[in-house]
């Protein structure tokens, strides 16, 4: 494929190949290896995401940070732990099926088939990151999908900001013992957090050190996670730095096991998330 000239691809290790972006508005990176977003910011501005220093770069492990796709369900698989966490697409090789660009950014086109599940997706960076994932049901028959757009966003202090736009949802809170509660109020960071919002609403990620507000919109998505594994987790991550935690807060655009969406033969479902960056 002849890839326009502010995409470049090259092999970040053996056999591992990514797309360079560098365009007048953006920067970014954009691995095969799970239709992984590894980077973007607009040209202007910091790094919005956050990538591990530790990240590991081989066929069949999972990218830490950027935007994992985590599909067709989320998390632990809801009724087969045997099968792999967050899904089956993260930690394979997709396939490269469209790069463009115009005045206003680039178009990154991916697809997965294995069997009966298959998914495009589009990314469009530029001064905002738009992330689209397609469900399809090639199959005869109804099957479920969940997932998640797990947008690691990078952030000055983890325990300065405060994430508005979920005041009021119910959400599952997964730390200890599943238990639904109500939020009060902006979300701060003390702790580990790791909850599931019933919310299709739009959220801010405000950032006194950063000077930043980061705004995500999504759509087709009922739920929306927000995940920080704080200082044990986190150093049980081998790949995540034990301090790592200070520097990310993730908010999810997803769909919950719980509210996983029926898809009829031949159908068609798209979550998207919108990403920017406001002063
Ligand atoms: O370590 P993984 O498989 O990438 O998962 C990271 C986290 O992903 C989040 O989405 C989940 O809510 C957490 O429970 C999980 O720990």
Not at 40 to 51: A, F, G, I, Q, T
Not at 138 to 148: L, T
Not at 204 to 212: E, F, S
Request: glycine residues 6%.
């Amino acid at each position: 494929m002849k890839l326009p000239s502010s995409i470049r691809i090259i092999d970040l290790a053996p056999d591992y190949p990514v797309l360079q972006i560098s365009h007048p508005l953006c920067s970014g990176t954009v691995a095969l290896h799970g239709a992984h977003v590894m980077a973007w910011r607009p040209n202007d501005e910091e790094e919005v995401l956050y990538l591990s220093p530790q990240a590991v770069y081989t066929g069949g492990v999972p990218i830490r940070g950027g935007i994992p796709i985590c599909w067709p369900w989320f998390n632990a698989h809801p009724n087969n732990k045997e099968l792999p966490s967050h899904g089956l697409v993260r930690n394979v090789f997709w396939q490269l099926k469209g790069a463009s660009e115009s005045k206003d950014g680039v178009t990154i086109k991916l697809s997965f088939r294995k069997d009966n599940w298959q998914a495009a997706l589009t990314i469009d960076m530029g001064k905002e990151l738009v992330v689209s994932l397609q469900s399809y049901n090639p199959s005869n028959e109804k099957i479920k999908i969940s997932g998640a757009l797990h947008t690691y966003l990078n952030v000055g202090n983890i325990g300065q900001i405060r994430i508005r736009g979920l005041e009021a949802s119910n959400y599952l809170d997964t730390v200890g013992p599943p238990i639904v509660r109500k939020q009060e109020g902006s979300i701060m960071f003390q702790n580990e957090v790791d909850r599931i919002y019933e919310s299709s609403g739009i959220t801010y990620l405000d950032d006194p050190v950063l000077k930043r507000t980061i705004v995500v919109e999504k759509s087709g998505s009922p739920s929306t996670v927000i995940w920080n594994p704080w200082k044990d987790k986190a150093a049980a991550l081998k790949d995540l730095p034990d301090d790592a935690y200070l520097r990310f807060a993730c908010i999810e655009t997803s769909i919950s096991n719980q509210s996983a969406i029926s898809l009829n033969p031949a159908d068609c479902h798209e979550i998207s998330t919108k990403i920017r960056v406001v002063h």
